[in-house]
């Protein structure tokens, strides 16, 4: 039997997740909104809920921005006219670069 590996995170990414789930429970409590009501809304388990408010990675990100909406965190943009207008900016963006990205070839020496 194999064992199971556990995904490291960068320490940025864990301080990120850890700040999302805070400011969900925050904005959850200034609702007054139960642990069980927002788990309900969201259609997962308490513990579910509870393992994001902590900043769990293994929870999915879907969940975590649905839980961010639902209390009124704002993540990129406070209304949705705003994310629409960065995704088009963002899509822009990616136009002008490359369709492919390539490892460098074969370094030329071209010293004589």
């Given at each position: 039997m194999a064992l199971k590996q556990r995904r490291t995170y960068a320490r940025y990414t864990l301080e990120?997740?850890?700040l999302l789930g805070k400011m969900i429970r925050l904005g959850r409590k200034q609702r007054k909104m139960t642990e069980f009501e927002l788990a309900e809304r969201l259609g997962v388990a308490r513990s579910t809920l509870q393992r994001m408010e902590k900043g769990d990675p293994r929870v999915e990100v879907g969940l975590m921005f649905e839980a961010a909406s639902i209390v009124g965190v704002t993540l990129f943009d406070s209304n949705e006219k705003g994310i629409t207008a960065l995704s088009g900016r963002t899509?822009?963006?990616?136009?002008v670069l490359p369709k492919h990205v390539y490892k460098a070839g074969k370094q030329v020496k071209d010293e004589f």
């Open positions: 990120a997740l850890t899509d822009d963006r990616i136009a």
